[in-house]
């Protein structure tokens, strides 16, 4: 399976543009990029996925690099309740590559 | 819809003793996964189902572990005998996979698991 790197962890100011970065430099032709999120006592919730072209819905947008070896998780203005650990995933397309592989995440902070 | 429904939200047992977990998928979903998440190792994926046909099990950590997906609303993930090592949060999530999405995964509550 092609690897994510993400940091750690990052912090925010609450009502500020987060954005969460990935790293993905062995990505296939055919990976889609997820992002995932998971809130405290939780279970993961998707948040938006691309394949190309930036991607916008009502929680994030989602900007990818050309070469596509990276993209970006953009909040648009974050909230206390965005404090989560956010997964940036690459996912095959048909029969066993549609499983779901999570890293270690970034943990996101967002302070008041 | 209620989402992905799994039960017990949480177990504490013996050593030694047959754990059982529950969950029922999205009407709909054809895809089904089980998780294990601990501080140590994070999010794991044991099995996948597709079509009530076990499609990945390289993550079942041993044969202690056993899952089934009878029916297309029901699977079982069965821990016999348990041990405190299993003692983690799992999680059921659904899926309807298509020749036209990706599939995003819907993840139940979990089960918070206690092996004493």
């Known amino acids: 399976d092609a690897k994510t790197t993400q940091p750690n962890s990052m912090e925010s100011n609450e009502e500020e543009p987060v954005h969460l970065p990935c790293n993905h430099s062995t990505i296939s032709g055919t990976d889609y990029i997820h992002w995932y999120r998971q809130l405290p006592s939780q279970g993961p919730e998707y948040v938006i996925h691309g394949l190309t072209s930036n991607v916008n819905n009502r929680m994030a947008s989602l900007a990818i690099a050309e070469d596509r070896k990276s993209s970006t998780l953009i909040l648009h203005r974050a909230t206390l309740r965005d404090a989560a650990v956010y997964y940036c995933?690459?996912?095959?397309?048909?029969?066993?590559?549609?499983?779901?592989?999570f890293g270690t995440g970034t943990l996101l902070a967002v302070q008041p | 819809d209620a989402g992905v429904i799994q039960s017990p939200r949480h177990e504490v047992t013996e050593m030694g003793q047959e754990v059982t977990l529950r969950c029922k998928p999205i009407s709909g979903h054809n895809s089904l996964f089980w998780y294990r998440q601990t501080m140590m190792r994070g999010l794991e994926l044991l099995i996948y189902f597709n079509n009530n046909v076990p499609i990945d099990d390289s993550g079942m950590p041993e044969d202690r572990f056993s899952a089934k997906m009878p029916n297309a609303s029901f699977s079982t993930l069965k821990i016999q005998p348990s041990e405190p090592r299993d003692s983690a949060v799992y999680f059921c999530?659904?899926?309807?996979?298509?020749?036209?999405?990706?599939?995003?995964?819907?993840f139940g509550e979990g089960s918070r698991l206690t092996v004493l």
């Open positions: 995933i690459l996912r095959g397309y048909g029969g066993a590559t549609n499983k779901l592989i």
């Open positions: 999530a659904s899926s309807l996979i298509g020749t036209s999405n990706t599939g995003e995964l819907f």
